[in-house]
């Protein structure tokens, strides 16, 4: 399906089909997709928790404010980006090195840099896991609207709670909930936007 069509039908979920489910394979691809998305140096500092099974939903639903569709949806999707991602990141650049795509020097150059940006700077690191796990979700939305399904960013829900009760390490910030599923009746359709006038300048 043309991408136009795919950002043009989304709709923000909020009523899903309980009784429908998705496969272990289609979890992994709608997140092996996710992480095509871009990332600083390409650290990919993002973690995704497939929440799938009744007891995992309702120990998120206390989390979540009681918002039934993280309940009802097949699968809720807790996206996290990842602190320090310079600590890591010689080793994820190794497969770029291994792929021919650039070599060892340029890796340590870029591992240079990301420490000394990142190193010392706790608010560029927080910054760089929301921007990085924001636009994973988004690739993750336009995935799952690709294979038929629908989705909904999630806000409402405690970050601190969920990171205890889903056992997340001191490095994951929970971004955001995205419950992903067969839509049920009901839904509005995806609401306007501001005209581009109202939000685009040319300089």
């Not at 043009?8 to 496969?23: D, K, L």
């Not at 992994?28 to 799938?52: C, D, G, K």
């Not at 001191?170 to 509005?188: E, K, R």
């Amino acid at each position: 399906m043309n991408i136009n069509t795919l950002i043009e039908q989304r709709i923000s979920c909020n009523y899903f089909a309980a009784e429908q489910t998705v496969s272990n394979a289609q979890v992994a691809e709608l997140i092996r997709l996710a992480t095509l998305a871009p990332s600083a140096y390409n650290s990919q500092n993002w973690r995704f928790v497939a929440v799938r099974s009744a007891a995992a939903k309702a120990r998120l639903l206390q989390h979540a404010y009681g918002q039934d569709k993280v309940q009802q949806a097949a699968v809720t999707f807790i996206v996290c980006g990842r602190l320090a991602p310079h600590a890591e990141l010689h080793a994820t650049l190794q497969a770029t090195v291994d792929a021919g795509i650039f070599d060892a020097g340029l890796q340590a150059t870029m591992v240079h840099y990301a420490t000394e940006g990142y190193g010392n700077n706790p608010q560029l690191q927080r910054d760089e896991a929301i921007r990085s796990a924001s636009l994973a979700a988004m690739t993750l939305m336009l995935a799952a609207e690709g294979m038929g399904l629908a989705s909904c960013p999630m806000i409402g829900f405690d970050a601190a709670a969920v990171a205890q009760e889903f056992g997340l390490g001191a490095d994951d910030i929970p971004v955001m909930l995205l419950p992903v599923g067969v839509a049920a009746s009901g839904n509005w359709p995806q609401k306007p936007r501001k005209p581009v006038a109202a939000v685009l300048e040319m300089v």
